[in-house]
């Protein structure tokens, strides 16, 4: 195994074609290569034959769903779940000696790349007020300086607590009813900058913020669309499921300012055709569409929709089930058709023809899904887009029935399971009435902060402790420089953590780094080995249990953590047993049974062999919302808008990433070696603009009263963008989104539809 650098080792860009097609052997050998670089081939054994497996461990990457059992690979993952299992398993460790060596001054000024490669994080530490290093700190002296802390503020609502999608179900059960035990509905996560606007748009239109599909479905699918969404690097094991769909006659139709190769050709590596032949070809239709350009498609398709009818009365709308199980669809048919073509081509980037076709292809099938992630939610008018999805799937009944409905794809392997168990900042009331039967304690009905405003908070010096139960919430936020200087108002700022990264760099007065067991680790409590449990995309409920010791014998699991924390500050406050909790993590899970709807019997149904699927109330005909039908809506037109000289620019990951964390500086798909610091610009628009290819640039964008924030330093590199539109890497370029720039409704940071313009790098501004 190689050491982990303690230097940067900067690499010159180069660049080749973009790929045509994902997976296939090469998939193998660089997941390979880098398992066998962080750990030894026994530990990588382990972990590979374990991951997605009955009884085995949940990939800490994305929630696509699990095959059922028996319908299983042996090698039951992708490249980026083995790579993303094993950045976990590395040997490398960060002890006390490191951060002797090292200051948080000199630790800020290093890469995300080379924090996340310096290893596990091994014992409690904590940085003083007017310290520049962290120094080690034991468990109780690290766990009451947090509760005393808490317990100083003069009110519970100086307090945030934040969670990312790492955390199990029972891990986020106790940090929702310790805050709020605590009395602060302060509980935002990851969701508020992934899929907010999808959750807000389908629990208005349907009752539930959840997708409505389940693998099967896809399976079974006449006509999947993929908007917005690159499977082949954010959730490749979808591609095997959009293969099998393929191989059932289904079309797929893909969405993307991006030609992403996993869109185009998916070589499976587990079957021949994906070794030695040319595998499948996923999209029959690639719409390259104008950044921001899908509620216009949508749109379109859907007064398409109304005219087909016209022509053919009966025929081509499912007027039962519009009649029967909606409302509103006068109001939605007559403004549908107000929506001018010039507006939908112009916003698009499309033609008329190519739309055509698409309805073409939704008028000869039965069952349609329609796919989407955060080429969609992290829109100005990203609401707006995932109800005119809903206005499209409910005009010829496509939910509620086999091969149909909505998939909104998480990233993050259990972001859902975060929300079902009560990490909201708006939970309902019904859900806090169950609480305060259960355990006796009134809970705050105050709405809480979600991501954004806890931002705000901070910055106004509101918020006096910031507690980061795993993810990397420094690097995931919008306006880094604002979020950065917020979170160093802090009195406190606290990270759970496995590995080392920006959060514990930018940090309060007072820091502590707790270090965490990892999935892959075991968990062995006072009445012995625990399991956890995850959700995925799917509402599938399923058990994870670790295989590896421990990288440190002084980690404490996350729900250890949250216990023991809870003992310390709530001072017995309410009926709850955390020391039950710690010990037997089933103990939890009954508890969870009494007060989440769907969870009866938790514990016996949920360790059968592909665990449990909670029940979605659109299944079953049944729609929660605040007329009881599925709703159709009026959306207003919109499209993302450059002036003169400037693009739009979308963040994306490169393929050798997970989340906030790059691997290596390259994006083997997109042809990119060397550099993240790029920005991917259409050939006609850097002749355009007087650049060229290869020129240094810094991005500036603009907002509101002139404002402008910069990006220093990127390489401009053509690339088959839209007219228009370019795109850069995250988490490098969140210095240009905008705190204020979100989705109306939801409040989720909008960094697919950033207006930039592109200057000569050093040129000094003015």
């Known amino acids: 195994m190689k050491k982990a650098p303690n230097e940067e080792r900067k690499e010159q860009l180069t660049t080749t074609a973009p790929k045509q097609w994902a997976a296939g052997l090469p998939a193998v050998t660089h997941a390979l290569e880098y398992s066998l670089d962080e750990t030894s081939p ?73 924090l996340n490669q310096q290893g596990r994080l091994t014992e409690p530490m904590v940085k003083r007020p007017e310290s520049d290093y962290y120094e080690p700190i034991s468990w109780n002296n690290a766990l009451d300086l947090l509760a005393n802390e808490l317990k100083g503020l003069d009110s519970p609502d100086e307090a945030v607590f934040y969670t990312s999608g790492r955390v199990s179900n029972e891990g986020a059960f106790l940090l929702q009813l310790f805050a709020r035990a605590f009395g602060t509905n302060n509980l935002p996560d990851c969701s508020n900058m992934c899929h907010e606007s999808s959750g807000y748009a389908l629990s208005e239109t349907l009752g539930t913020g959840k997708g409505t599909v389940s693998l099967e479905d896809i399976h079974h699918a006449d006509l999947i669309f993929l908007v917005g969404q690159n499977p082949g690097t954010n959730h490749p094991r979808q591609l095997s499921a959009l293969e099998e769909a393929k191989d059932n006659g289904a079309h797929i139709i893909a969405v993307n300012p991006l030609p992403e190769a996993g869109l185009l050709r998916f070589k499976n590596p587990q079957k021949v055709r994906g070794v030695i032949g040319r595998g499948v070809q996923i999209a029959d239709q690639f719409l390259q569409i104008r950044s ?92 707006a887009t995932v109800r005119e999805i809903v206005n499209f799937l409910l005009l010829r009944g496509n939910l509620g029935k086999p091969g149909a409905g909505a998939c909104p794809v ?97 940090c309060g007065q007072t820091a502590l780094i707790l270090p965490a067991l990892g999935r892959t680790e075991r968990d062995i409590q006072a009445t012995g080995e625990q399991f956890i449990t995850v959700e995925n995309s799917m509402s599938e409920v399923h058990t994870s249990q670790g295989r590896l010791e421990p990288a440190s014998r002084t980690l404490l699991s996350e729900v250890a953590i949250l216990c023991r924390l809870a003992r310390r500050t709530l001072d017995g406050k309410a009926d709850i047993p955390w020391d039950q909790f710690e010990a037997d993590y089933g103990t939890i899970r009954d508890r969870i049974s009494s007060v989440i709807a769907g969870f009866h019997d938790f514990n016996r149904r949920v360790v059968r062999p592909g665990g449990i699927r909670l029940p979605n109330p659109v299944n079953e005909g049944v729609y929660p919302n605040r007329v ?139």
């Open 292 to 383: 921001g350009g899908d509620l216009a498609l949508f749109q379109g398709l859907n007064r398409l929709l109304l005219e087909a009818e016209d022509a053919r009365p009966g025929m081509v709308l499912d007027h039962d089930f519009i009649g029967a199980s909606t409302s509103g669809f006068d109001e939605f048919a007559r403004h549908a058709r107000t929506i001018s073509w010039e507006d939908i081509l112009t916003a698009t980037g499309l033609t008329m023809e190519e739309i055509e076709r698409v309805r073409d292809r939704v008028l000869a099938s039965r069952r349609v899904i329609v796919c989407w992630a955060m080429g969609v939610t992290q829109q100005r008018h990203a609401v």
């Open 628 to 766: 009881g039908k599925a709703l159709f809506t009026c959306n207003d037109w919109e499209m993302s808008e450059a002036p003169e000289g400037h693009l739009v620019l979308q963040t994306l990951r490169s393929h050798d990433q997970w989340n906030t964390i790059p691997y290596t500086d390259n994006d083997r798909y997109r042809g990119i070696h060397g550099s993240r610091r790029v920005v991917l610009v259409n050939p006609a628009d850097i002749e355009g603009l007087g650049l060229a290819e290869g020129q240094r640039v810094d991005l500036v964008s603009v907002w509101d009263g002139g404002v402008e924030r910069r990006a220093g330093d990127f390489q401009v590199v053509a690339y088959p963008t839209p007219a228009g539109c370019a795109a850069a890497y995250y988490p490098e370029t969140n210095v240009l989104l905008p705190l204020d720039s979100v989705s109306r409704g939801s409040n989720q940071p909008t960094a697919k539809g950033i207006v930039v313009r592109l200057e000569p790098a050093g040129v000094p501004a003015g």
């Open 410 to 506: 998480r990233g993050h392997s259990n972001v859902q399971g975060d929300r079902t168990m009560g990490i909201w900042e708006r939970m309902p009331d019904t859900f806090l009435d169950a609480l305060q039967q259960e355990f006796g304690f009134e809970p705050p009905r105050t709405h809480g902060l979600d991501a954004v405003n806890a931002i705000r908070a901070m910055r106004d010096g509101r918020i006096k402790v910031f507690l980061g139960a795993a993810g990397n919430f420094v690097r995931a936020a919008p306006d880094s420089e604002v979020t950065e200087d917020a979170m160093r108002q802090c009195r406190l700022t606290v990270q759970i953590s496995t590995k080392l990264n920006r959060s514990h760099t930018v």
């Open 42 to 114: 026994r530990r990588v054994g382990v972990t590979l034959l374990n991951i997605n497996q009955v009884n085995g461990i949940d990939c800490p990457g994305c929630a696509w769903a699990d095959p059922s059992p028996g319908h299983r690979q042996l090698n039951e993952y992708c490249e980026n779940g083995a790579k993303h299992i094993n950045d976990e398993a590395t040997s490398r460790r960060v002890t006390a000696e490191f951060f002797r060596q090292h200051s948080v001054s000199e630790l800020d000024q290093q890469s995300d790349l080379w």
